[in-house]
């Protein structure tokens, strides 16, 4: 990609324990850009988006937000990025006993000492961009799924973030709110001047809105391109995984310890159920 990068992953690797989870990833996304990140269960998306926020450090490879090295970033710069991020993580529930208001108003609370009145406009404003000014009383039982979704967001772009992660931001939701989401993540890319990431599995939602597509297997990208280059990739990997089949490249039987006959045999004799 030629337009300057917000985000660079040069040579990336990074294992949990003896398990190479990424195996040397190269990624540039470029500023403004939303950019999908895909791939086979287990392959190291929120691993890499984890790496990408600073809160996992690679083993090697370098990873630059801004320009600014990660490695090099002492513990307030650290701070002052991330202060620069949004996430909306898989399972970023709200807080049960904080109104969808305070919910939204809790990370300016945490890093600024903000006046009430200032506090309110800035909330609000967010709460008005998802939607949702209707709901700064209501608490999160008291939120359908794809509302409490849109709260989550609205929280997650409080503090006008650069660059926002999305983790499976469409789970769970119903079409139309999935819809919903979408087009919010897409509008407020556009309207904060941000920068997206996106780990999804719906791959034609999330088609509908990304700029630029990245798929992950193996530790590492096998194909990238816009939404209509991937779809005409001739990886075997890229076409499975897009395709939604069950079997290819990547096997459908999670493949066991050692030969199963064997290890039954050997359970048996040693009085195991396996
Ligand atoms: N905290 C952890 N401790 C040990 N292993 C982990 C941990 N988190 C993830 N892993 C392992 O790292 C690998 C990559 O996990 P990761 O969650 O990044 O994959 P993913 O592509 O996001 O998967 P999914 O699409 O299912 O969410 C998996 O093998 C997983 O079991």
Redesign the pocket.
């Known amino acids: 990609m030629a337009a300057e990068a917000l985000v660079e992953l040069e040579n990336v690797r990074f294992a949990?324990?003896l398990?190479p989870?990424l195996a040397g990833v190269d990624m540039h996304i470029p500023r403004g850009a939303i950019v999908a990140l895909m791939?086979?269960?287990?392959?190291?998306?929120?691993?890499?988006?984890?790496l990408m926020a600073g809160t996992l450090r690679p083993q090697s490879g370098q990873i630059r937000i801004a320009g600014q090295d990660l490695q090099m970033l002492n513990e307030d710069a650290m701070y002052g990025l991330r202060r620069q991020m949004g996430m909306l993580f898989?399972h970023s529930a709200l807080f049960t006993d904080l109104s969808a208001f305070e919910n939204v108003a809790f990370p300016l609370r945490r890093h600024f000492r903000l006046p009430e009145n200032v506090l309110r406009k800035l909330v609000m404003m967010k709460l008005e961009a998802v939607g949702l000014r209707g709901a700064a009383g209501l608490f999160p039982a008291e939120l359908s799924g794809g509302m409490g979704r849109r709260i989550a967001l609205a929280r997650a772009v409080v503090m006008d973030p650069m660059l926002i992660f999305y983790?499976?931001p469409f789970t769970g939701l119903d079409p139309i709110s999935v819809g919903i989401i979408a087009s919010l993540i897409k509008r407020l890319n556009t309207a904060l001047g941000a920068t997206s990431v996106l780990?999804s599995?719906d791959v034609e939602e999330t088609f509908s809105i990304a700029d630029y597509g990245f798929i992950?297997a193996g530790g590492k990208i096998i194909a990238e391109g816009s939404p209509a280059d991937l779809r005409a990739s001739d990886s075997a990997l890229a076409r499975q995984f897009l395709g939604g089949q069950p079997d290819g490249p990547v096997p459908f039987h999670y493949p066991a310890r050692q030969d199963y006959a064997a290890a039954l045999r050997d359970s048996h004799a040693a009085g195991e159920v396996l």
């Open positions: 949990r324990g398990h989870v791939g086979a269960s287990g392959g190291g998306k929120t691993t890499m988006l984890n898989q983790d499976e780990v599995h992950l």
